[in-house]
């Protein structure tokens, strides 16, 4: 993990230490930050020190951290807690450890009633006589539960063991982190269709949280997860807030959906003390800041008030990494990091976007989600979900209008074929060439035009194609309407997976003859 992506969150009611789960395998179940001892402690107490650094080490920087307004204590770790192992709980047989954090531990564990391997989440033995931190765990459990949405891991039970420690059992969530993936590439430009695809989906799932009157406070690439056939999750629920106010517009214009989206919003008002439910913007307690520093929004940084906007400042974060490949504020050690979020210092980050290659639609979509001030941040995460849906489809439209233009200006004969023998697409110089209308290629086998002594050849290159090889300058002999025979020499693609073949062919029957 990079020092400037670490979670922070200190507060002076508490002196436990609270980062947030890991899972070093990669195959994140809940959360995906650094797994530290509970006794890695770091203290903050005044912005000289925060601008100073003062008493940590250059190591200290690679390890999560949790900051507290107040004297630093020490704790460690209980020695018990893997003996949870092969454990049943109800109906669920604990497996093995596969996370844990300063807060919760999570197992992964098998549903012996329905088969099927599932996550269950504890808060730590050490913590169970902390009720401040019994209220975190279960209001993370309360609101996750209550968010019923394909982005969102689902909870299947809540309870409290016979030790009396709070747990929840949720879906096993196998894949990898968008931190992952944005760190896998070789370059910017790399597998930009898929992550923006991704952010999309973040957005919208965001855009239904915020509808029910929660905020999630975390956002960034290492709480998505990217499941291992595509689907996309919001993880890490910890630090979420509720409120009851959906005053902001929600893209609904049906009465009876907006009057659902209230009620929603009423039934997730478990509102710490200390935390407003009557307003849109949330009130964190005086002097607490939760988050993780390289995304964290100025009101966060700063423990004012968060709200909505403070989520869409996180949402920018993501597509500035995607986009630039490096968060909203990077520095020289975990401290700088945190003091450029104070002060809202994005100069560097907005000058690296506008000179990076990117399109100028998701620059600008970036930096309007990164302003310093919330009220210039779109409205909600709909809004960045519609205005970058509007985008993918204009890219869309501009590729098929860009490969009609490409196909049909050549002088050469393309086409797109299935790996079932037939012609999917064919331009306009098959009709020219061969006489057959178009209608006749697209819906009889090709194999049919060819001639009966190239048919040998031709099945072999096409098991070639099969096997993922390209063909070039390869030959054979197509049928015209009119009785002759036109040679082609052929030069073409497959993608096995998807069962098609990108061919160009060139009539050199004059050459030949």
């Known amino acids: 993990m990079k020092f400037d992506e670490l979670p922070v969150r200190y507060h002076p009611d ?25 006794d890695d402690h770091f203290f903050l107490s005044t912005e000289d020190d925060l601008q100073k650094g003062v008493g940590h080490s250059a190591a200290d920087v690679e390890k999560t951290a949790i900051l507290y307004c107040g004297s630093q204590r020490t704790q460690s770790h209980d020695d018990h807690e893997d003996t949870l192992e092969g ?56 609101i ?22 709070p747990f929840f059992a949720m879906k096993l969530v196998k894949g990898k982190s968008l931190a992952d993936l944005l760190a896998a590439r070789s370059s910017v430009n790399e597998d930009m269709s898929r992550l923006l695809n991704v952010f999309q989906s973040v957005c919208q799932t965001l855009s239904y949280v915020h509808a029910c009157g929660v905020i999630h406070l975390d956002i960034k690439p290492a709480n998505i ?22 005053g902001w517009s929600t893209g609904h214009s049906n ?30 307690p005086v002097n607490a800041v939760c988050g993780t520093p390289a995304y964290m929004s100025p009101e966060q940084a700063r423990g004012f008030h968060a709200g909505i906007s403070s989520d869409l400042f996180g949402l920018g974060g993501i597509l500035c990494e995607i986009l630039t490949g490096h968060p909203p504020y ?32 998701l620059v600008r979509l970036a930096m309007k989600c990164l302003s310093p001030e919330p009220g210039s941040r779109p409205a909600n995460a709909g809004v960045v979900a ?89 030959q054979n002999r197509y049928s015209a309407s009119n009785g002759t025979w036109r040679r082609f020499e052929w030069t073409a693609k497959s993608i096995p997976d998807d069962n098609i073949i990108f061919a160009v062919a060139r009539d050199v029957t004059n050459r030949v003859g």
């Open 14 to 38: 508490s002196t436990t230490h609270a980062p947030e789960m890991a899972n070093p395998s990669n195959k994140s179940i809940t959360d995906a930050s650094e797994v530290i001892e509970a």
């Open 87 to 142: 454990q049943i709980l109800g109906r669920f047989r604990l497996e093995k450890q596969i996370a844990r954090g300063g807060m919760g531990i999570i197992f992964q564990a098998r549903d012996v009633e329905l088969d099927r391997e599932i996550a269950v989440k504890f808060l730590l033995k050490q913590h169970q006589n902390k009720p401040h931190l019994h209220r975190q765990f279960t209001n993370e459990a309360r």
């Open 144 to 165: 996750t539960g209550r968010l019923q949405h394909p982005g969102i891991v689902p909870i299947y039970e809540t309870g409290i063991s016979s030790e009396g420690r």
């Open 225 to 246: 997860m990217v499941g291992e056939f595509g689907e996309v999750h919001i993880m890490d629920w910890g630090l979420a807030l509720t409120t009851n106010d959906i």
């Open 255 to 284: 009465e009876a959906e907006q009057n659902q989206n209230s009620n929603q919003s009423e039934m997730l008002s478990t509102t710490p003390p200390g935390i407003s439910a009557s307003a849109p913007n949330v009130d964190a």
């Open 330 to 361: 990077c520095g020289v050690n975990f401290w700088d990091v945190c003091f450029k979020a104070t002060k809202a210092d994005l100069g560097e980050t907005f000058s690296t976007l506008i000179a990076s290659r990117a399109d100028g639609v």
């Open 386 to 474: 519609n205005e970058l849906s509007i985008y993918l489809e204009s890219l869309l439209k501009r590729a098929e209008s860009d490969l009609e233009r490409f196909f049909e200006l050549s002088l050469d004969l393309f086409c797109i074929a299935g790996l079932d023998g037939y012609f999917r697409r064919v331009n306009s110089n098959f009709q020219r060439v061969l006489g057959h209308s178009e209608r006749s290629l697209l819906s009889r086998p090709f194999m049919d035009f060819v001639h009966p002594d190239d048919r040998a050849q031709t099945i072999s290159v096409m098991s070639q194609l099969q096997a993922g090889r390209p063909v070039v300058e390869f």
